[in-house]
């Protein structure tokens, strides 16, 4: 689209700028102004052979194995925060999902519900994160589709991803393979996505900015793989209803107990200062760039070092165990000496967070 | 969840209704609720193996051929209309976008993104459809995500779902497959979804209440493909922006001109109607259970017969051809002898009609 009209000579006529700087509802019709919108904000960022067939749908050889494929919508408000934006979010969120399950993260599909009035400058900064995550970790966007809602509708943007990734056999980690005398895990600290964004919406200002780690974790799971195959028991990324709800689910999976200890956890301290001052519960936060990791205790010091040999990883460190008494539930020894029962929160802690 | 707290006896303490009925913020927040949510509202209707495992992902084997994948999100106002609901609409438009690829549709995912305070009646009513929609076209439902938005985001309900289906070598219709000479068909009446929409926002009654065609096509495709195999050049479905963006698109793609025969269209009188009634043009109205078919000439009888085996398509019709003048370009004979150029639609003619 220009900015433009043509007219005789000597005339212009610029277009008022609210109708070339934001997308309108015509851009979601199916017609000319949504080949625009495509042409003009998606392709230029997302260009691969694939996707530049714009078919129906894409068309991908996946090899004779299996595949893990995960989706997920992102509606996280504000759109853009201390250490990315929801286009980034979207690529690493269903990126991790698929890395989780053990797989290598190929393919990825891109659903965007966009509300009208949206600037084009802020659509095009997360085109462009998007397009940098998903090259960065590896992987193509082969499909994808655009809608426009009115005006209050979708605050500004959400995002829909589907991963596909493709597996070996020799590698599942999987939540029931838990089991007593595992060691557990995480990459780096914990709950700093969660309060970036609360952070930002709550107008906090600390010496240290919080930024979000919001990061496709693949290339932890590929050296934890390569250093111990099939002694990695559990990978789990910790983000809506953060570590809390991961391991409750867990243990309630395997049928076994969990141990934490209060005074392991890495809380960075604006993390927790900011945490404590709005009263959550950083075992509740999101987090988009860690990795829950459940191994044989005999192999975790192996697993740390394997993890802290890549800069995502340089904070990893062991949290808890897995043990025989009270299956299906999470215990905590705190920094005073008690044990606490870690429960699944009942409702809302964070809404919107992802 | 159940709609009384535990009081000591005798006392009873009904929940408010407003807070059993409807879909709440927590049902987003990946703790309990989350899980109620999931397991109360979604788990009983779309169970299979592969989602009840509840991974971070789901693990399929699809083959060592190439497999089609298609994302489509939907945002369709009133989430309810005659013949049908977002959520049906959601299970046919994806899998429609990978038959187009001439594969069989075998996995979908779904995302969904809810309105606080959506009624779970209406949900329930969705979901179920969803569910129908999925079994009647033999494909499971593999993995999914909600996400809950406040009140007055998002319309209700927004449903993302991506479609993976496997291809043979053999059956690749494309839009750069139009061959001047080739017949165009139509497997059945146009216009009737997006007038279907039409009637409901704008409180038109007719004689004949306006359905709208919202299926899957794939029997349609399975037929045409045993009749035809090879010489089954291009599929499409006229979705958003109608039969005329569909066909300006194959025109472009392929380089060959396309001339419609205005008085062949089959519109249903009540859309024919509707369509005047509100100044539409029904050629750039959406279809979602409707197949554009290119074949050559000389088979296109026998295309006709195939479709007009299958229910969905009693009403197959020859619409158009290819041709060689104006390439790239689509004209209409007219009713009264005239020639028309069918354009694009340069902006938005219906929006929220998927």
Redesign the interface.
Known sequence: MTGTISLPQGLSCPLPHAAIERV???H????????ELLGDHFLPHFSNPVLDQL?????????????????????VTPLEFPGGNIGALAVHGSL???A??G?VPR?L?????IEEGLPFAVLDRIVVAMAAAAAEAGVTI????T????R????GL?I?T????T?ERSFRP??HRATVGDAILVTGPLASHGMAIMAVREGLAFEAEIESDSACVSPLVERLRAALGERVHVL??P????VA?ALNEIAETAGVGIELDEQALPIPGPVAAACEMLGLDPL?V?NEGVVIVIVPEGVADQAIAALRAHPLGVGATRIGRICGAHPGMVTMRTGIGGTRVVN?????????IC
Chains 1, 2 share one sequence.
């Open positions: 309108q509802l015509g979601g019709s199916g017609g000319k102004l949504s080949a078919g129906d749908a894409a068309v991908l050889a996946l090899g004779a194995g299996e595949v893990a494929i995960s989706t997920d919508s992102f509606v991790n999902d698929v989780m399950m797989a393919y599909t891109a659903g965007f519900i082969v499909t994808g589709d809608k426009v809602v009115e209050g509708k979708a605050d959400y829909n589907t991963a596909i990734g597996l999987a939540p789990r990324d983000t809506r209803g953060g709800s509740y999101a699944m929160l009942p409702g809302d802690q964070l809404p919107r």
